[in-house]
């Protein structure tokens, strides 16, 4: 299943925070223009979807991711490889090299990743 872009911005929440409550989601999703119901309701179809589990034990129910990072992240890469560079991750990869945001010691590590993979 694959998470919309708002269901996205509230996992990233939970990933950080571990668990956290409706309203603690709500104050850092820090938008003036969708009201706290609006964050409550997608947080319930979130779980309906299994998404995120909920302990309902007390008053203020507690929210946690089921979903990986990991696994979110590779399933949007699949994604991407696919539809956007027609499978080819060589593409992927040297399109985001060329944007330049890669530090020296990020390309340092993307070279010795490389080199372990060529090794193995």
């Known amino acids: 299943m694959k998470p919309t872009d708002s269901e996205m911005e509230i996992l990233q929440i939970l990933w950080k925070e571990g668990e956290s409550s409706v309203r603690n989601v709500h104050e ?8 706290y119901t609006s964050t409550l309701k997608l947080m319930q179809i979130m779980f309906e979807k299994g998404m995120v589990s909920r302990d309902a034990t007390a008053k203020t129910h507690i ?3 089921k979903l990986s990072k990991e696994q979110t992240q590779h399933q949007f890469l699949d994604k991407i490889i696919d539809t956007v560079y027609n499978g080819s991750t060589a593409r992927l990869v040297m399109q985001a090299l060329g944007n330049q945001r890669a530090s020296k010691d990020e390309i340092d590590l993307i ?3 490389l080199n372990n993979l060529e090794n193995s």
């Open 28 to 35: 850092q999703l820090n938008k003036k223009d969708v009201g």
């Open 63 to 65: 929210y946690k991711a």
């Open 111 to 113: 070279k010795e990743y």
